[in-house]
């Protein structure tokens, strides 16, 4: 049976690699169910930086998931000549509601330094997927 923990802010978190727990999100007009992960070794408990960090996302999520998908609509639409050596179907993108087809919100990672993550599956990289980092500093890229 894996270890629990009720964290202040996290709530029922289950440990195995790390804290997690399951949590309904809204992307690109859609609502999704994606892991929220707290990295911890050996059962070590959730850090006050974590924390801070999964409120800071909660409080600002809005925002972050429009930063998020216009990101998602640069990033394709700028690398879409190489994106279409292993996505058939490569083709621009013009709003969020069509990333639904294209990226699925997996998780969202939040290390012990409160570096925060976005982690998605996409066509173009099966196995790897795309990630989002939304603090501290916000980029993207291949997970």
């Known amino acids: 049976m894996e270890p629990v923990c009720n964290d202040a802010v996290f709530g029922e978190m289950k440990y195995k690699h ?24 050996s059962e070590k408990p959730i850090n006050d930086k974590q924390r801070d960090g999964y409120k800071w996302f909660k409080e600002n999520f809005l925002e972050l998931a429009d930063k998020t998908a216009n990101a998602i609509i640069e990033y394709i639409n700028s690398n879409c000549e190489d994106l279409a050596q292993t996505w058939a ?55």
């Open 18 to 41: 790390r804290w997690y727990k399951t949590e309904r999100f809204s992307f690109f007009n859609k609502e999704w169910d994606v892991i929220v992960a707290a990295k911890a070794f």
């Open 89 to 143: 179907g490569a083709r621009r993108v013009n709003s969020s509601k069509d990333l639904n087809q294209i990226v699925t919100p997996k998780s969202l990672l939040i290390k012990q330094d409160g570096t925060i993550l976005l982690l998605f599956e996409c066509v173009w990289d099966k196995e790897h997927g795309l990630a989002v980092q939304v603090a501290p500093e916000f980029a993207i890229g291949s997970q």
